[in-house]
């Protein structure tokens, strides 16, 4: 064999090896990136879904029709729900042990915005003996300072309590205006969120901690202003040592509902919003939606 | 040029292994990677599609089945409905229970009902086998399950 055929042999036996690496790396990055997108839909699955049940399977939602935005959840359900979804997810069978394994492996924060205030649930030790549990801390008020007074807000963005000089009132006239509040509350939730994450980040096996990239653009998306789950999730394995992480939030709320009302004008069914009702006709019945009163001969009453 | 027939065959099997066979697994491993996209893309879609129409027509299961397999890899899948019910716990007065029933039903849905669809890979196409076969490069399977809560 010539030298020259050996160099070109040896220069082309390099590259290709090279190329051989290069493509098992892409093909890695490739499934590492679809095990991520994957998990990020099935965490955004699972937080939909606990705001929702949270709303609808609370035992009391404390509401009064002075102000509809103030709910009382309770976040053991979004959690409970969170879980179930994670595990179905995943194709684990449910029971506690895979909600457990879930919350306890998986989900290093969990937190949960209410209207006056947000929990987090991160896995704590319950007991001597090294058992473990996803506990809520205390409720953590979106508290701000001004002066003497410490305002306590909310999200319904009307009214705060304030505690000043060892009395406690509540103001309707707050100095701030909206966004401001807003921004406050969303700060507090934030900055909550960064501590959770951060304190978890000290303990974990690597000793430092990847931002899901939905994460890290947060700014971009919309205020939290309505009761809201959010989930940080970690330590999903993606091929040879890869490890993926996911960030979830889910919002819901409760919106008036705008009922119809069926009236006679003329001996022809009408029906109008019941707002919008015109002067001196006497409603008959009652619908929660224009589709019901249709189905029950009434039609459009067009001004 | 004198005669090298060790060299001659090294060079000739470098030569079919850099033109024929390694182009053929990453020809597999793109394949893959756009399959999979593709798969995710079709799966969210039909099941962001039920949970907010509440129901599945044949139309729609025809319309999943050709877009699932429009992508070089042989697929198949599954749709499961796990219907949400709440029972008394027996013996225990006032206190109930949360449980999912699989159903066979699935042409509708109720509030708080499970709709999980499982896509899985269950052959290989002509490039995937071909690496798989003479270069053993691992070929990653195609494998999705999403599980969401009818709204």
Redo the contacts between chains.
């Keep these: 064999?010539?030298l020259a055929?050996?160099i070109?042999?040896a220069i082309?036996?390099l590259i290709?090896i090279t190329?051989?690496i290069k493509?098992?790396e892409?093909?890695d990055g490739?499934?590492a990136r679809?095990e991520e997108?994957?998990l990020e839909?099935?965490v955004n699955?699972a937080t939909?879904?606990a705001a929702?049940?949270m709303v609808t399977d609370s035992a009391d939602l404390g509401q009064d029709y002075e102000d509809l935005s103030r709910l009382s959840v309770d976040p053991m359900v979004a959690i409970d729900?969170f879980a179930t979804?994670m595990v179905?997810?995943?194709?684990l069978p449910?029971n506690n042990t895979s909600k457990q394994f879930v919350l306890l492996e998986h989900t290093p924060v969990f937190l949960v915005a209410a209207t006056d205030g947000y929990y987090i649930a991160t896995p704590q030790k319950i007991n001597s003996s090294g058992s473990q549990d996803a506990v809520f801390g205390i409720k953590v008020p979106y508290t701000y300072v001004d002066g003497g007074k410490t305002y306590a807000l909310n999200l319904s963005l009307k009214q705060a309590i304030v505690f000043e000089n060892g009395r406690i009132y509540k103001d309707y006239n707050l100095p701030l205006t909206h966004d401001e509040q807003l921004r406050i509350i969303n700060t507090k939730i934030a900055d909550g969120l960064n501590d959770a994450i951060f304190e978890y980040a000290r303990y974990s096996p690597q000793g430092y901690l990847y931002l899901p990239k939905n994460f890290t653009s947060v700014y971009s998306t919309n205020n939290v202003d309505t009761t809201t789950v959010m989930a940080y999730i970690d330590n999903f394995n993606a091929?040879l040592d890869v490890n993926i992480q996911a960030f979830g939030i889910g919002g819901t709320y409760i919106k008036n509902n705008r009922p119809v009302v069926g009236f006679i004008i003329d001996g022809k069914k009408y029906y109008s919003y019941s707002d919008e009702t015109p002067q001196g006709v006497t409603p008959i019945e009652v619908y929660d939606t224009m589709e019901e009163a249709a189905i029950n001969g009434y039609y459009y009453y067009l001004r | 040029m004198?005669k090298?027939y060790?060299?001659n065959a090294?060079?000739l099997s470098?030569t079919v292994?850099?033109v024929f066979v390694?182009p053929m697994?990453?020809i597999g491993?793109i394949e893959?990677?756009k399959a999979?996209?593709h798969i995710?893309n079709t799966t969210?879609e039909f099941?962001d599609m039920v949970t907010d129409t509440k129901r599945i027509t044949q139309n729609d299961l025809d319309k999943l089945s050709l877009d699932l397999s429009a992508t070089t890899i042989p697929i198949d899948f599954t749709i499961m409905r796990?219907m949400k019910v709440i029972n008394p716990v027996p013996g225990e007065l006032g206190q109930t229970y949360t449980t999912?029933v699989p159903v066979d039903d699935i042409t509708t849905f109720n509030t708080?009902d499970?709709l999980?669809i499982?896509v899985y890979q269950v052959g290989k196409s002509f490039s995937q086998s071909f690496a798989a076969s003479l270069?053993k490069?691992?070929?990653?399977s195609v494998e999705?399950?999403?599980?969401?809560?009818v709204?």
Excluded: C, W
């Excluded at chain 1, 179905?88 to 194709?91: A, D, E, P, V």
């Excluded at chain 2, 999705?144 to 809560?149: A, E, I, P």
């Design positions: 064999m010539s055929q050996m070109l042999g082309t036996l290709s190329m051989h493509m098992i892409y093909g490739v499934t679809f997108r994957k839909l099935q699955y939909d879904a929702q049940e729900t979804v179905k997810n995943l194709g449910l091929g | 004198t090298n060790i060299g090294l060079m470098i292994f850099l390694m697994s990453y491993i893959t990677a999979q996209e995710l969210q099941v796990e999912y708080g499970f999980t499982e270069t490069t691992y070929v990653p999705v399950r999403l599980s969401k809560k709204r």
